[in-house]
């Protein structure tokens, strides 16, 4: 009935993709098109043919930008019907499969070895949308640094510019119980940081050295660093797009109007590829899109996660998992440790976590002491949402002020709502009231800012969907 009602044009004239015009082929059939690769015989797609240079393509693939930007390159894309081939296969910067030089495709216009799939490159999470064959070409745009220096030890960052700060070469235990204001994450005893003259803020030196502007290949826009996030309703704290933790650090936060897509600067600072211990180093680990099981500890903040992909194994590894501290601090252990990615099951291994004392899988990821043999589950040291939250910081929600707080009594509080014993080392107060979650504030049983996160994720699928039904 929609094919009746809604008649394709028997023919197209689009001079700019073809010289002659290109008249509707009846049937789809499963040779490739010479506009894509892709076979012909996709549903929901017509089939146009100039049979003067037997030429045939999608009716989608008429339309395709003649010059284009992505994040993931530097340069601009420009179409071409064919690439000279080299010595060197080409593979996609986008699914990193090869790409046959017969068919139209993307390549880099100042001669760099990047070539993209004409379906890779138009992918409404990779393109903006915009064709910019007509558009003049901009100069660089300026590098604005984070940081001016005063000294050689001493920087004016951009989100501490009333305090200069200094750089420190190993904590020294003289920073002790002190976190990163960018990454949250706690110092430790080898970490190279800048610290404030006057007061008590404190940078990693590699997070001192983000950069203001990004392009992530996560995203299609590029991304602006803030020191705090400057738009959302719940204030002092975000959720990330990429792992869906929520934080109180700095955030990457993209600019272009309706677009509210974010990152923390762990997953913002994540390369294209990535090697991460879990994965042999030969097995390079991609930004494609693509998702499947998680190899990391799964968690319920995987299914929500976006992944990175190995392309020779087919193996997926979540955003959530990857951006894990290989190290990290236990209070009743003297010794950092290390993040264990599973051992090889023996029925001799037996395993206990330290905090909660219930048996510990060997076979999943844990936190392990090398001295002194301690185990413990990786979200009973880390908490299932509050270590990328800030200690001694308030956050609103609501309109009520929620403070964090470090949980050192000499008993553990128990939880207002769960009604059991708050394990974890921060804790939230609410109106004199304990919480060991922010779960536990909303609803329990439900991940950190599900709620929230699954709003804003359904939106910008609502948004993908209305832009592919408009072209």
Known sequence: MICVLILPPLTIENHISHEHSLTLFPRQIPLPCDACGFSLDLPLDHVYSCLLCNYMVHRTCIYLPRLIKVTRHPHRLSYTSFIVPSRELLSCGVCRRTVDVNYGSYSCNKGCHYALHSKCATNKKVWDGKDLEEVPEQEEEEIIEPFSWVDEETIQHFSHDHHHLKKILGNGGSHENKFCQACILPLTASDRFYSCIQCEFVLHETCASLPRR??????????????????????????????????????????????????????????????????????????????????????????????????????????????????????????????????????????????????????????????????????????????????????????????????????????????????????????????????????????????????????????????????
């Open 214 to 471: 990004k392009h992530h290949p996560v995203h299609k826009h590029p991304l602006t660093l803030f020191s705090s996030n400057p738009h959302e309703v719940v204030d002092g704290f975000f959720t990330c797009d990429g792992c869906t933790r929520n934080s109180c650090g700095f955030i990457y936060k993209c600019r272009e109007k309706d677009c509210e897509f974010q990152l923390d600067v762990r997953c913002a600072s994540l390369p294209d590829p990535s090697i991460h211990g879990c994965h042999p180093r030969d097995h390079p680990l991609f930004f494609n899109f693509t998702s499947g099981t998680c190899m990391g500890f799964e968690s319920v903040e995987c299914d929500h996660s976006e992944y990175l992909e190995c392309i020779k194994c087919n193996s997926f590894l979540c955003l959530h998992c990857a951006t894990l501290p290989c190290v990290a601090h236990y209070k009743h252990d003297r010794h950092p440790l290390t993040l264990c990615y599973g051992e090889e099951e023996t029925s001799d291994l037996k395993y206990w976590c330290e905090i909660c004392e219930k048996k510990l899988d060997a076979t999943k990821w844990f936190y392990t002491c090398d001295s002194c043999r301690v185990t413990l589950h990786v979200n009973c040291l880390l908490g299932k949402e509050i270590y990328y939250m800030k200690p001694n910081h308030i956050i609103k929600i609501n309109g009520r002020n929620v403070d964090i707080e470090y949980n050192n009594g000499n008993t553990r509080p128990v939880c207002k709502k769960c009604r059991l014993r708050c394990i974890y080392t921060l804790v939230y107060k609410c109106e004199n009231e304990i919480f060991c979650s922010l779960s536990c504030l909303f609803q329990p049983g439900l991940p950190l800012g599900y709620h929230y996160y699954m709003r804003r994720r359904i939106m910008r699928i609502r948004e993908t969907e209305k832009l592919e039904e408009e072209s």
